[in-house]
């Protein structure tokens, strides 16, 4: 512990002491403290310093304020009660202080007390630096106003100056502009103010003196070419004016001419027109008497009449519009003279049109009249013939007929005998009705000839009815008889229902039974079903034909009746027959959804059997070092420079069909080296040998000769019968497609290599050899091509840290949008052969979404601007060239 001391009197009634406090707050507390109370709230200053005694300077005061060099401590021992004692305890106390330590305070106070000093002579020269500023500053402050009061009273004059200036400026510019917009009455006028202006003006310009008398002179000038012009404009315009007059003056003369012409044309036409109205007023007289030839007669004169009369009428409205702008011409009004021919020409046009409408009225008046006139001469004819019959009839000539005369005339008019019965009803209301009369007279006559007619007409109803009830007899007979036929349609048509029915049954569990079966067993239970269906298919058509049989034969007056009947007795079984129609064609549709699963079903199956075939080729190229040209020579047995069928079968007998794994050892890291074609030696034994204490994994490969045959007819082009060597290279060539930018270099060691280019992002390469372990940078290397290019080298599939650059694929492409497939690059070479082919024999459409395998890589063709690609078409086997993009930039199909 170290001393508490106490000041030995009070400050403000307080006690002042000076104690050491430790860290148990914090080091920021830890040092020497004033304050009235040890380890109390208030404290008056502070001091940092570990010592046993207490510092004497660099004290705190206030205890978190600044250094207060001025507070200084020093410390006394006051006498006491104790004695010798107590001053040789004290004595010995003094003695434990440390003289090193006093020491190095009293060197820190002198330091303090230096820096002090030297700090107050750095403030002194500091204030008296500040001090010559200030006043340099002032002066310099003074001076700059003196300068800107004399440039203030330049400025002031200058302004003064400037704006004089600008006022001269401003008023002999605007008597210039008046000047240049002068008129010939203001000319002088406005020439003499600007000389007054100029006068006044010009010398206070100043700068703008020689300026201001160049704009007076050149807008003077403008002035007097200004007006010159305007009195050679007002020139022209007065010639042009008279020149106008004399046109007006002129047209209005061959208006007036044109008029006088329409005029003879419009009275002519009128003249026309009351003749017309002359020739039809015999058809309009009620009183004529005209008989209907007569009538005809008067009739045809009203129409040749009105052809004139309405050809006079066209030929007003003719001459009106082909000379109706040269009539127009002379409407404009002229100067001081009056002018009526647009009111002549309006009152002539309505002439014309009261012509036209007198025409048109007086011919269809005519008409009427002439339907009227020929009613009134075919009523008098009609009378006339009646009394003459009358007469004929009445042969006793007492002006009445009697009953036996009345039956002769039903006799000998109309070949009708007159019942009894009917003769006296006619007696009856006729003559029994007629006062005085014994017979039938002529004013009566109508009468009886309407009575004989209704007579006559209810025998003909009696006629009619026998022959309507023979015909119902013929109807409901034919009527049982179809009835009869429509119970075997009804059989028909159920039996068709069963077949129907069964071959529903055997579609049913199809979606089912693909799951489980082979391609080629679907395909033998889609041809029973489809036998089935077509057996369905005959048995509806023979019911449906036997239904339409029904409503065919009948004899024409009893075919609507009838056909009506069979649709209404029929109308079940026809619908009967269409929903099975319907049902069937749903059951086709599953069948043929079916076969087209088993057509996907084959093709996946032989693209596995293809690859287990390519994987032995492969893996038997690799692992015996074979180059293409060697690998195709283990094909070719009997050396002819194609592969037979035996040819074909004879080395997949002689191959190794148990596929192991080939290996490259890659530190503790293991590659596997995929099956690939090579065109050199393959890896070294060494490379090629399975990793250390670890067994190679074995695949047996079982390939019979059907699924070879199947294979070989595949790789076979069109119309050949031997696979050809560039088809057993398309058949095992492999590609890589670029997933990593990585570089193509010259050789196969990284370290000795060179770049010849960089291979881009999803770039593909056709693989020539490898993959193979680059034992001296531990990567898989490949030397390969790039597709659609020249460029060849080599290139790293896998780094060596696992990094993947090429993965396996590149070789296909899927249609994105449909096209077609033709059997030349060339479009036009295409067109040549249409000419001797038809179209569906040269070109295939290739739908969205079909797999296309490629053969040659796209290519422009320069005449059309295409890329086009040779490809096979997975679903099927076609051959031929596709356009992968067109020249506008449309893609068709898409790298997978």
Known sequence: GKAVYKKTSKVNDLDVMLYYWDDRDGASFCGWWFGPKVGGDQVWAFHGEKATAPPVTGWKVPFDGDVDMTFTVQGRYTGGGGGKKDRRQRGQQDKKVDGEERRRQLEEQKRQIEAMRKKNEEELKKKAEEQKQAEDARRRSEEEAKRREEEEKKKREAEEARKQEQKSVLAIRRIIQKVRSAVPENFVLLKQELEEVLAQELESAGTQKQRMREESDKGLEQAKARVEQIDSSRRKDQEKREEDLKVKRAAVAKTKMLILDLTCLIVSAEEMAKKLKDTASPLQTLESDLSVDEVEKVAEGVENTGLMARAASKACTDFVLKKGLEIKEGFAPVQGEANETKAEVAKLLQRINTCMKTCEGATNTARSAKTSAVQRASARQKKKNMEQTFKKYDQDGDGMLSRSEVANLATGEYNFTVPED???????????????????????????????????????????????????????????????????????????????????????????????????????????????????????????????????????????????????????????????????????????????????????????????????????????????????????????????????????????????????????????????????????????????????????????????????????????????????????????????????????????????????????????????????????????????????????????????????????????????????????????????????????????????????????????????????????????????????????????
Not at 584 to 601: G, I, V
């Open 422 to 896: 009917t003769l006296d009803k006619i007696w009856h209301v006729i003559v029994e009705e007629d006062e005085g009369a014994t017979g039938i007279r002529f004013d009566r006559f109508q009468l009886l000839y309407v009575m004989i007619g209704a007579a006559r007409e209810r025998d003909r109803d009696a006629q009619r009815r026998v022959l309507r009830e023979e015909r119902e007899c013929r109807i409901q007979a034919i009527k049982a008889d179809i009835t009869e036929k429509m119970k075997g349609v009804a059989e028909a048509t159920e039996e068709a229902d069963k077949v129907v029915e069964a071959a529903e049954e055997k579609v049913q569990p199809l979606q089912i039974q693909a799951r489980t079966m082979t391609s080629t067993e679907m395909e033998g239970l889609a041809e029973q079903v489809e036998e089935s269906i077509k057996e369905s298919r005959r048995v509806v058509a023979l019911a449906k034909s036997q239904l339409e049989a029904l409503s065919q034969g009948f004899e024409p007056e009893f075919a609507k009746e009838l056909k009506v009947f069979v649709h209404s007795e029929a109308k079940q079984l026809d619908l009967r027959v269409g929903r099975m129609e319907s049902r069937l064609s749903r059951t086709a549709n599953l069948c043929s959804r079916f076969r087209d699963q088993a057509q996907r079903k084959r093709v996946a199956e032989e693209e596995q059997l293809k690859l287990a075939a390519v994987e032995v080729i492969r893996y038997n190229q690799i692992a015996k070092h074979w180059s293409r040209e060697d690998l195709f020579e283990q094909f070719d047995r009997d050396k002819d420079g194609e592969i037979s069928l035996d040819d074909f079968v004879a080395f997949f007998d002689a191959a190794d069909l148990e596929i192991r794994d080939l290996r490259g050892r890659r530190g503790h890291h293991q590659v596997k080296v995929e099956l690939a074609t090579t065109t050199e030696a393959a890896t070294s034994s060494s490379s090629s040998a399975p990793a250390a204490g670890v067994a190679p994994a074995v695949k047996k490969v079982e390939l019979t000769k059907t699924v070879l045959e199947r294979l070989f007819k595949e790789m076979l082009e069109e119309g050949q019968e031997k696979v050809s060597r560039d088809a057993l290279i398309r058949l095992v060539r492999l590609f890589f497609k670029v997933v990593k930018e990585t570089a193509l270099t010259d050789v196969k060691s990284i370290k000795d290599s060179q770049v010849l280019r960089r291979l881009e992002l999803n770039e593909v390469v056709e693989v020539y050899e490898g993959p193979i372990l680059e034992e001296s940078a531990e990567v898989v290397r490949i030397r390969c091509k790039i597709c659609g290019t020249d460029h060849e080298g080599w290139a790293t599939v896998e780094g060596n840290q696992g990094t993947q650059f090429l993965k396996e694929g590149g070789g296909q492409f899927t249609v994105v949008k449909e096209t077609i497939l033709t059997d030349c690059f060339s479009l036009s070479d295409e067109k040549e052969h249409e000419s001797s082919r038809k179209l569906k024999d040269t070109t295939r459409k290739v739908k969205e979404g079909e797999i296309l395998e490629v053969w040659q890589w796209p290519r422009k063709e320069e005449s059309s601007g295409l890329i086009r690609m040779r490809c096979r078409v997975k679903n099927g086997g076609a051959v031929g060239w596709v356009t992968t993009m067109g020249n506008q930039g449309a893609v068709f199909a898409e790298m997978l």
